[in-house]
């Protein structure tokens, strides 16, 4: 077992049941949001956003690349040489899973994430704040929940890690998990505050429905 997995394996010994880890992180969760939220105006926390923003986007558009780029290059490899790149196949999988993780943070911090927007439909003005903001919290709490499954399985991952491709290990991948849902419950904590002070934005079906009811 290398150093790095090592120290993350003592790391998850001490990871509590889901029930004490939801009582723990979900206020902790509300707090940093909040505290963040409430720096939102300020210089440092503009400048630092921007260039998440910019980070992620820059990651999207290369993962979406490389996609492009090795599936091109393994399609004339195996038409035109008659070979192929053993690793390419299994990198692309994992390329398809990491662009959805990214493509899922980038939505839910402009709410244009998948979701079922019956309320939004139903509720308005300060009700649909209400709503908006009890889904918001709900989704975080989620995301918290699945990030404990993640740390579970990253934990087992490292206990029976196995090599995937290029000499990277099993439990390098999974990793991905736990952090993707780490971040998406963040953004649906910065997100409740958001809907608390009537700034979040609006979804796409509020979008549609709002001029079709302004023209009838």
């Known amino acids: 077992m290398d150093p790095l997995a090592a120290k993350t394996a003592v790391v998850l010994v001490g990871l509590p049941e889901l ?3 939801l009582g723990i992180g979900f206020p902790l969760l509300l707090a940093v949001a909040g505290a963040f939220f409430a720096a ?3 210089r440092a926390l503009r400048f630092v956003g921007a260039r998440l923003d910019a980070l992620l986007g820059g990651l999207l558009a290369a993962e979406l690349l490389a ?9 004339l490899l195996r038409n035109v040489f008659d070979s192929g790149l053993l690793w390419i196949d299994p990198v692309l999988r994992h390329l398809v899973l990491l662009l959805a993780f990214t493509g899922a943070v980038v939505a839910t911090g402009i709410k244009r994430h ?3 927007n019956a309320l939004g439909r139903l509720l308005r003005g300060k009700a649909q704040r209400v709503g908006g903001t009890v889904i918001a919290a709900s989704a975080a709490a989620i995301s918290l929940a699945l990030a404990h499954a993640s740390l579970v399985l990253l934990k087992d991952e490292i206990e029976f890690s196995e090599i995937l491709f290029l000499n990277v290990p099993s439990w390098v991948v999974v990793a ?3 952090v993707a ?3 998406l419950a963040f953004r649906f904590g910065w997100l409740v505050f958001s809907e608390i002070a009537g700034e979040a934005p609006q979804s796409p079906e509020s979008e549609i429905i709002r001029p079709a009811e302004e023209s009838s």
């Open 19 to 21: 029930g004490r880890f």
């Open 40 to 42: 939102r105006r300020t």
């Open 67 to 75: 996609m492009v780029f090795l599936s091109s290059l393994q399609i």
């Open 114 to 116: 998948v979701q079922i």
């Open 176 to 178: 991905v998990f736990p």
């Open 181 to 183: 849902f780490l971040v």
